[in-house]
């Protein structure tokens, strides 16, 4: 099986900062696309950031120049980090992966848990 765990969310007053990490552990041979979505109360989960096996990132605009995607592939861990925070950023972030598992031959999408973010003064 394959496990993704989050950890960096808390409360941050606005125009605060917060580092949000996620780490993929169990079954896996490799790992190609990584993302952070999100989903406030009463709304959608809504794709925040995705970056490639290679690094290539990709934002939605309410976060560009703020936010900030990486990925760490030796650990198999991907990081947001998130500036210049909104009160419209609150909301349960949520890591996903997609996942080969050894003797596999499709990649699997995979989530996490969630971690809270909520951004107030």
Same mark, same amino acid.
């Given at each position: 099986? !394959?496990?993704? !765990? ?8 606005p125009g605060?900062?917060? #580092? ?7 079954? /896996?041979? #490799? /790992? ?6 999100r989903q406030? &109360? ?5 794709? %925040?950031?995705? /970056? @490639?096996?290679?690094?290539? &990132?990709?934002?939605?605009?309410? %976060?560009?120049?703020?936010?900030? /995607? ?6 198999? =861990? $991907? ?7 909104? &009160?419209?950023? @609150?909301? $349960? ?5 997609? %996942?080969?598992?050894?003797?596999? =031959? ?8 969630? =971690?809270? %973010?909520?951004?107030?003064?």
């Amino acid at each position: 099986q !394959v496990q993704l !765990v989050e950890s960096g969310g808390g409360l941050v007053q606005p125009g605060g900062s917060l #580092r949000l990490s996620c780490a993929a552990s169990g079954s /896996i041979f #490799r /790992i190609n696309a990584m993302g952070w979505y999100r989903q406030a &109360p009463g709304k959608q989960r809504e794709l %925040v950031a995705a /970056i @490639t096996s290679g690094g290539s &990132p990709n934002y939605a605009d309410s %976060v560009k120049g703020r936010f900030t /995607i990486s990925r760490d592939n030796g650990k198999n =861990t $991907v990081y947001l980090q998130m500036n210049k925070l909104k &009160p419209e950023d @609150t909301a $349960v972030y949520y890591c996903n992966a997609d %996942v080969l598992r050894y003797y596999r =031959t499709s990649y699997e999408g995979y989530w996490g848990q969630g =971690t809270q %973010v909520t951004v107030s003064s």
